[in-house]
T-cell receptor
């Protein structure tokens, strides 16, 4: 299994530009999560999907952030317009279900720098 | 407010010693507990899970859970420099999202 695949690994952009992060979950995993990690706030859940449907987006910081999952093997997280405070590492993770013993598998992350 | 707390560290131990990492959580209904290791610049990687009170051993790692005290710990025996990383405690219950602690940075000195 290839694991959770994210792209790009690094993204450097200027304030005001649109940024799109991509994720391919592990095949057969019904849950997909987007996390953001910063030194100050640690690992924060932004949004998660179950069977391609967004279930909880309460962690999305503001309307500039949006996420989609058009099919079981692909999800995007978009920031438009981007701001310097969005600079962080964005992780995608997937799991098979929400049973208590079900583990999260993380992708390698996207290091986003907004100048 | 559901919270998971950890000492941020850094926790420094000499090579070969036992490293003890601690985690407390506020949600008494929590059912599953995980330890993730994160090397600098890398993604979190699951190293241990524990679901019932007591100890669970896996190689050099031992997870300890005490639900009455709302406390979970990770012991690393015979610590190696390659164990130097940030260790994240994660807690969840059925149907709920994982709640991660801020992580403890461990430094194993050769």
């Amino acid at each position: 299994d290839a694991g959770v695949i994210q792209s790009p690994r690094h993204e450097v952009t200027e304030m005001g530009q649109e940024v799109t992060l991509r994720c391919k979950p592990i095949s057969g995993h019904d849950y997909l999560f987007w996390y953001r990690q910063t030194m100050m706030r640690g690992l924060e859940l932004l949004i998660y999907f179950n069977n391609n449907v967004p279930i909880d987006d309460s962690g999305m910081p503001e309307d500039r952030f949006s996420a989609k999952m058009p099919n079981a093997s692909f999800s995007t997280l978009k920031i438009q317009p981007s701001e310097p405070r969005d600079s962080a590492v964005y992780f995608c993770a997937s799991s098979r279900d929400r049973a208590t013993n079900e583990k999260l598998f993380f992708g390698s992350g996207t290091q986003l720098s907004v100048l | 407010q559901k919270e998971v707390e950890q000492n941020s560290g850094p926790l420094s131990v000499p090579e070969g010693a036992i490293a003890s990492l601690n985690c407390t959580y506020s949600d008494r209904g929590s059912q599953s507990f995980f330890w993730y290791r994160q090397y600098s610049g890398k993604s979190p990687e699951l190293i241990m899970s524990i679901y019932s009170n007591g100890d669970k051993e896996d190689g050099r790692f031992t997870a300890q859970l005490n639900k009455a005290s709302q406390y979970v710990s990770l012991l690393i025996r015979d610590s190696q420099p390659s164990d130097s990383a940030t260790y994240l405690c994660a807690v969840t219950r059925y149907g709920q999202n994982f709640v991660f602690g801020p992580g403890t940075r461990l430094s194993v000195l050769p």
